[in-house]
């Protein structure tokens, strides 16, 4: 299967490079700029992509690769940074621009015969760089500009090396997605083989080959990753496959018995029910700090595990629903971009365990695991339910976790979700939910002075949960939730609206 390796260089929009690369079926997987050249090699990758990155080339501590990548005889592209650092390593030149360019430009068509065929003259391309190349190193042409940046696009088309100023990854480059179609299709030549047919037989024999005769167990959070995670290790070991769904107390008001009946009815799993919300919230005492929730959480769950797999008997492997975007927030070393938080089960899991691992989805994006369920079966209502976090509610209550505290956000949350779906809104959002913040805030109920706890709403919209935007909820909508809460939930007196989208901020609060 042809595969393609982006190497981050910092840029926020490195995972869209691999996102849309995938989604014209071709495989890509990110790698820091840290990595070295032989690991690269040994990927045996069919074209390179360099991401941007926010450094300058001659910055102290610039992001750097060895020059040798561009003597692999595979086709590289380098995206703003990634040009100027081809640049920069070949013999070129690369200056500070005047003024940083962020936003859009127009780009002028030198030459249409390499990376820029069938693109339209003056189409609109997204520009953010405070570098720009001043001359282009020995063999390239320059084949596009803008206004303000000279060497928009250039190409060595022998050696099939070729750079972009601009960000043809974004949707405000109108015409990127034929860019990207060029360099893999016309260029690299080629073949769009990544189905999510195919990624589930590969991934069938690879477990089949990892457990051999050992038993698996597999941790159900009651979102889609992990129901994908337990389908495709049951079609590989069968009912040597365990399922484990556990009653953290952090989960959303009548949930747990919901998808338990849902787990063995509507999808005849083999699932171990626990009721373990008393654990979860003793631990969680007295804790403030986000981290050591989710390190708690994440430990916690590892433990029970531990303990029915030891009922169980003869259990080697853990199954676990990570993602990719689960890895990427997570993982320090990745690039020089910094770690966001780290996802309970990837940097909250216990630096020692009995089982080995088994995480099928790990490569994947959240909009690839949701086309992954629909081949496996899995009906659409649950395959476009909201993200729910691993640590549930924990994140969502800032501050220490408590019963009360919980009872308060389950009931908030509840309401919210009722309107949402009554505004037939919900599937027209990536999630929905509250926020119960650590502060309280003077009140009027009933002429009486209150002096009670502030919810946050937060709606968003997103296609994989890396970048979202707000949703501008009609005011009456709003009014309703509000109206409700304060009403029908006893401790909260104010609720307010969370106009943040991601990046600055994270979807999460914590």
Known sequence: MPKVVVLDFGSQYTQLIARKVREMGVFSEIFPFSIRLSRVKKENPDAIILSGGPQSVYGKNAPRFPRDVFEMGVPVLGVCYGLQLMSHLLGGKVVPTEKREYGFASLKIKDSKGLLSGIKDDSQVWMSHGDRVEKVPPGFVVTGGTAHCAVAVMEEREKKLFGVQFHPEVVHTEQGKKILSNFLFSIAELKPAWKMGSFIERKVEEIQQEVGKEKVVCGLSGGVDSLVTSLIVQKAISNRLFCIFVDNGLLRKGQYRELMEKFRKKLALNVVGVDASRRFLEALSGVSFPERKRKIIGRTFIRIFEEEAAKIGDVGFLAQGTIYPDV?????????????????????????????????LRELFKDEVRALAGELGVDRDFILQHPFPGPGLAVRIVGEVTPDRVRLLQ????????????????????????????????????????????????LVQSVDGMTADWFPADSKLLSRVSNRIVNEVDGVNRVVYDITSKPPGTIEWE
Not at 329 to 351: A, C, F, Q, T, Y
């Open 328 to 360: 990427i927030e997570s993982n320090p070393v990745r690039g020089p971009s910094d770690s966001i938080k780290s996802h309970h089960n990837v940097g909250g899991l216990p630096s020692r365990m009995k089982f080995k691992l088994i995480e099928p």
């Open 411 to 458: 009931e908030a949350d509840a309401i919210l979700i009722d309107e949402i779906k009554k505004a037939r809104l919900y599937h027209r959002l990536w999630q929905a939910f509250v926020v119960l913040l650590p502060v309280k805030a003077v009140g009027v109920m009933g002429d009486r002075r209150t002096y009670q706890s502030v919810v946050v709403i937060r």
